[in-house]
């Protein structure tokens, strides 16, 4: 048993819509008790049409810190008071340290997303990553591949008439620009590239939100024919925990994960941030029953 709450206890959060299936609760909570701190963490939905109203509220309730998932990981930032020089770059925050009222931001699924492929085996320094996606999550995941990792190429996936698509371009420009990675941005529409792109690449991430909610058992890759055998397959949806782009994937004989690992690496960051303590727990602690 863990610390009992009382008048002491720190408030922790989520911030999401939806946030209901949010693993993140299981995750913190559990650490908290292992390393013995005084904390509950809990789920709160989100959007952007009540994100800044949230985050008045963190700053009036003492909230100590939290997590920023979909849809709110751009909408966020014109509110915060603070934002680290790496999430600045990336454009997007998925953390919140709050310090005497003040929020400041943060951004750790780069890391997350990259460690996972990095314990699968895939080699992202000098390789080759198709990335399906570059809002929030893809963005961290393709800038930090490109300056941290040494990533080689990157071909990067979205839909022409979509609404991040100007964001995806500056990051792509912003990729040729500042590192040696060879960057390209693609149209998801055309599926013919799509399946030209994955031949030769290491590796494939999704952070689109195709697979999930009202997109259960869709996939961005059409089929398990777009898939070398040799490919490294991770999907940052977690629930449903195979979703139909890692039936495809498996299909293929692909390795493949979905987003439990990323969630983990880049929940034990913000552990460390906000309590100074690194994480207690082992993704083997975590598995989804």
Not at 38 to 66: K, P, Q
Not at 96 to 109: A, C, H
């Amino acid at each position: 048993m863990g610390i009992p709450i009382s008048g002491y206890t720190g408030l922790y959060c989520v911030f999401g819509d939806p946030v209901q299936h949010s693993f993140s609760p299981k995750l913190h909570n559990k650490a908290f008790n292992k390393a013995n701190i005084d904390g509950v963490y809990v789920a709160f939905t989100a959007n952007e049409d009540t994100i800044e109203a949230a985050m008045d509220a963190v700053r009036t309730l003492g909230i100590r810190g939290c997590s920023v998932t979909m849809p709110n990981k751009l909408a966020c930032i014109p509110f915060l008071d603070e934002i680290d020089p790496t999430a600045e770059l990336i454009g997007s925050v998925n953390t919140f340290v709050i310090n005497d009222g003040k929020i400041k931001g943060y951004n750790t699924d780069g890391y997350g997303f990259l460690h996972t492929f990095e314990e699968m085996g895939a080699q992202v320094s000098g390789g080759k990553l198709v990335l399906l996606g570059l809002g929030g999550a893809g963005s961290a995941v393709a800038l930090s591949a490109a300056m941290d990792y040494g990533l080689g190429e990157i071909s990067v996936f979205n839909r022409a008439n979509g609404k991040s698509w100007s964001h995806a371009q500056e990051v792509v420009k912003l990729i040729n620009e500042k590192t040696s990675c060879k960057a390209k941005l693609c149209d998801l529409n055309d599926k013919d590239l799509l399946k030209a792109e994955m031949a030769d690449a290491q590796m494939l991430g999704n952070t689109t939100n195709v697979g999930m909610g009202k997109l259960e058992g869709q996939s961005v890759v059409p089929d398990a024919s777009f898939f070398p055998e040799s490919m490294v397959v991770q999907d940052a949806i977690y629930s449903p925990a195979k979703t139909k782009l890692l039936e495809l994937a498996e299909e293929a004989g692909c390795r493949y994960t979905n987003g439990l690992s990323m969630l983990f690496y880049q929940g034990a960051r913000q552990f460390k941030l906000w309590t100074g303590v690194d994480m207690p727990l082992t993704v083997a602690d975590l598995e989804m029953n």
